[in-house]
């Protein structure tokens, strides 16, 4: 079960506080890591508490945050105050969450979409440590057309603060009616984008697929091939450039954009624990006295 999301303040990103959830293992339990949730535009973290149900099954204990202007964290919703804002805080969380574990423990990243580029980006960048990276229909791709990605530029020059409709359609999220009426029921949810974000994820995108090549962190790439919110051609061209020695990539050609949600979701949650187990064998932590 999820826990009462905390509060901690995000040292150097304007002193805002990021709302926090904690799925820890039982006292005792042995543990194969951590994995830090990282959710998609316009949602929250709070929809992952099935995955980090699974997660914690398979011992891994688990954390996830609300990004900026999302969920229960401060900001208009989808505003970005600077460029660097969602990587600045993805590096906050790694350096509470590392202050916290125990150091012989990995630390993985678990993105979504929007949360899979921010990510990748940080990873691409070597802003910290992360000992695995796991993907699911990351935004590498944004499918913009020539028009709109003029269109996109030009507000941003002019008023990158202003927000505007993000265009995702809740029908393709899943082919499950019940996550799509959940999803537009939700209070937490929205659906603002601002010049600066859509800028954002345009070119980390772009950024990430350019540096694919010299790609050193072991990576999971989940993606979906009926993906109408972010083209799946980001995904493909990344597979293709990153060294496979680093890359494991499982498409689903029949699946919409959020892969853990789907109606067929078994074979998505059987890859992540094949990869996942196989990778990081249990530590008993309870032997040596520290907690995880």
């Known amino acids: 079960m999820a826990g009462d999301p905390k509060l901690f303040s995000v040292g150097g990103a304007q002193g805002d506080a990021l709302a926090l959830h904690d799925w820890p293992l039982s006292a005792g339990w042995p543990t194969r890591g951590m994995v830090v949730l990282v959710h998609g535009l316009g949602e929250h973290v709070g ?3 099935h995955v980090a149900d699974r997660l914690n099954e398979w011992g891994f204990s688990v954390r996830g945050y609300d990004q900026y202007g999302h969920g229960e964290t401060a900001g ?22 590392r202050a916290r574990m125990d150091d012989r423990l990995p630390l993985i990243l678990l ?28 935004a590498l791709n944004l499918g913009l057309s020539v028009l709109q990605r003029a269109l996109m530029n030009t507000l941003h020059r002019l008023a990158p603060c202003v927000r505007v409709g993000s265009g995702i359609d809740a029908r393709y999220l899943s082919h499950d009616l019940a996550v799509v009426d959940a999803y537009r029921a939700d209070p937490l949810v929205h659906d603002r984008i ?8 345009d070119q980390a995108g772009a950024a990430v697929l350019k540096r694919a090549p010299r790609w050193k962190v072991p990576t999971l790439l989940l993606y979906a091939g009926q993906d109408k919110l ?16 680093w890359m494991t ?21 059987e890859a992540l624990r094949d990869w996942l187990v196989q990778r990081f064998p249990p530590i008993e932590l309870e032997r040596t006295g520290v907690a995880p």
């Open 111 to 138: 993105g979504h979409s929007m949360g899979g580029l921010v990510a990748a980006r940080l990873v691409s960048l070597k802003l910290r440590r992360v000992d695995a990276l796991v993907l699911s229909s990351p």
């Open 230 to 245: 972010v083209n799946p051609a980001g995904s493909h061209a990344f597979a293709a450039a990153a060294p496979p020695e």
């Open 76 to 97: 208009l919703r989808g505003e970005l105050p600077a460029d660097d804002r969602l990587l600045a805080d993805l590096a906050s969380v790694i350096d509470d969450t």
């Open 47 to 49: 929809r992952y508490a």
């Open 249 to 269: 990539v499982q498409a689903f050609p029949m699946h919409y954009h959020e892969l853990f949600n789907e109606l067929d979701n078994a074979p998505v949650f």
């Open 194 to 201: 601002s010049a600066r974000l859509a800028r954002f994820m």
